[in-house]
């Protein structure tokens, strides 16, 4: 089955730049989405369509999708920017939605 | 403003079933595609089933494939998560989610918790 690959970890000091990668085959043919979820709570859309920031999101998150690769991008992270994220995409056929593995950001 | 809520959710012995209820309100529900997304305690999302706005398609993950079924309502507005055969694997916090109509799930309920154990 088609996977999603996510570092389980990455730490920042605050102020500074975190990068989260998720890499697939499929991503050249697949959009990408991103999430964030704090503990206890749901998660939330961040990006999508590979590079997108829904209404409400931060400038802070950017993100990019380059061939099998798509990162994540959060400048001049903050505390509340501690959280589990997560990419989501599809298979090459679109029709198995995906996840990563989660991701732990600690600033 | 867009709310799911789910329910249904319980403590359940392998081998049986349990249908899940997320109800929709705050938007045109049957315009939009529903998933259910679930996460095991102390793990990551993994994705369950999508049903189409009208419940023409429906598709599912490879764990659940064969014993859950995907349903919805229009009417009342609300999707449904019939699950069978029941696992301790299937133990896990269960979400409805929406596909927003840029792409992505936008939006979130709170969860139902399943908990499979003998």
């Known amino acids: 089955s088609y996977e999603l690959t996510q570092p389980p970890s990455v730490s920042v000091s605050p102020g500074q730049t975190a990068r989260i990668t998720c890499s697939g085959d499929a991503l050249p043919d697949q959009y990408v989405f991103w999430y964030q979820q704090r503990p206890g709570q749901a998660p939330v859309l961040v990006i999508y369509k590979d590079t997108e920031r829904p209404p409400g999101i931060p400038e802070r998150f950017s993100a990019s999708s380059i061939g099998t690769m798509a990162t994540l991008t959060i400048s001049g992270v903050q505390a509340e920017d501690e959280a589990d994220y997560y990419c989501h995409s599809a298979d090459s056929t679109g029709t198995s939605v995906v996840f990563g593995g989660r991701t732990k950001l600690t600033v | 403003q867009v709310q799911l809520v789910e329910s249904g959710g319980g403590v359940v012995l392998p081998g049986t079933s349990l249908r899940l209820s997320c109800v929709a309100s705050g938007f045109s529900f049957s315009d939009y595609g529903m998933h259910w997304v679930r996460q095991g305690p102390g793990k990551g999302l993994e994705w369950v089933a999508v049903i189409f706005y009208d419940g023409s398609k429906t598709y599912y993950g490879d764990s659940v494939k064969g014993r859950f079924i995907i349903s919805r309502d229009n009417s009342k507005k609300t999707v449904y998560l019939q699950m069978t055969n029941l696992r301790a694997d299937d133990t896990a916090l269960y979400y409805c989610?929406?596909?927003?109509?840029?792409?992505?799930?936008?939006?979130w309920g709170q969860g139902t918790l399943v908990t499979v154990s003998s």
């Open positions: 989610a929406r596909v927003w109509q840029r792409g992505g799930f936008d939006s």
